[in-house]
């Protein structure tokens, strides 16, 4: 009994390990393994998070890895998952785009999950997080970046004023946005009045700037008075003095387009009012 129980046992054994051979045998494809460098046109990755776009310029690279990637069946349930999403998104010669994400255990191709082979996907994953990390990335800002002021441990966000904005096309050429908004002395009930203890606070940019051009401030006295002047302010690197009292701030930064054909103007503007130092 004990030696057909075994034999029983070992058969099931088999059958099982036949069909799991057979099913990812069936079930294996290599979507872009005939995929040629020369077929992209333009390639983009998108890492979220940081939430950061980057211009691909080493196609040939990217492509390899692309060869590469193993789906197994159709399993839509990544939306249930959380981590790092890294989004490929392609223009193709024949003038189609595609987007990818490589999202392990799961791979998802225009929107539809398949459970993929680790190591390819891992593998593409770690070359987008090598090509944030790189000094030299072609950061692509479709739109100014959000600014978050911090002072006395608390953040919050400052408003997009006035700006002036190009994007690249995948056709070569550039398209600019201008946008108007009130004057910072108009936004009284835009304003998040924020209060701090503190004499300085910090910027912080989604993407740094190239450079800030500039800083000023008007006093809570002025509202409305577009002929009030303004007093500038100094920054050292990302932090700057506060006036004492209750102010509002401007800060105009720019984005350099030579690199990435992404960037421009952006005005920012903010109150905070400093407790205990009223003059």
């Known amino acids: 009994m004990k030696k057909k129980a075994l034999i029983s ?42 939430g950061t776009t980057i211009q691909i310029v080493e196609i040939e690279e990217l492509t390899g890895y692309l060869n590469d990637v193993v789906i197994y069946n159709r399993d839509n349930s990544y939306t249930k998952y959380s981590g790092q999403g890294v989004i490929f998104t392609l223009m193709l010669s024949d003038g189609t785009q595609t987007k990818v994400m490589a999202y392990n255990p799961f791979f998802v191709m225009d929107g539809v999950g398949y459970k993929t082979k680790y190591e390819p996907c891992q593998a593409l994953s770690a070359y987008a997080n090598r090509l944030l990390n790189d000094e030299n990335a072609n950061i692509i800002v479709e739109e100014p970046p959000r600014l978050t002021v911090i002072s006395d441990e608390t953040a919050f966000g400052a408003l997009l004023g006035t700006y002036s904005w190009q994007k690249r096309n995948s056709d070569g050429t550039s398209t600019e946005t201008q946008a108007d908004s009130p004057h910072p002395l108009d936004c009284e009930n835009l304003f998040l009045k924020f209060d701090t203890t503190e004499t300085t606070a910090t910027l912080n940019f989604t993407e740094n700037p190239s450079s800030i051009l500039h800083i000023q401030c008007w006093n809570e006295k002025h509202w409305n008075n577009h002929d009030a002047s303004s007093e500038n302010i100094a920054i050292d690197g990302y932090e700057i003095e506060l006036k004492p009292g209750g102010y509002i701030y401007e800060v105009v930064a720019e984005w350099d387009t030579e690199k990435s054909g992404y960037g421009g103007i952006a005005h920012y503007y903010f109150y905070i009012q400093v407790l205990g130092n009223e003059q």
């Open 9 to 50: 046992v070992l058969t099931c054994i088999s059958v099982i390990g036949t069909v799991m051979m057979v099913y990812y045998a069936v079930g294996r494809k290599k979507p872009f393994k005939d995929l040629e460098p020369s077929e992209i046109v333009s390639a983009t990755v998108r890492l979220d998070p940081p």
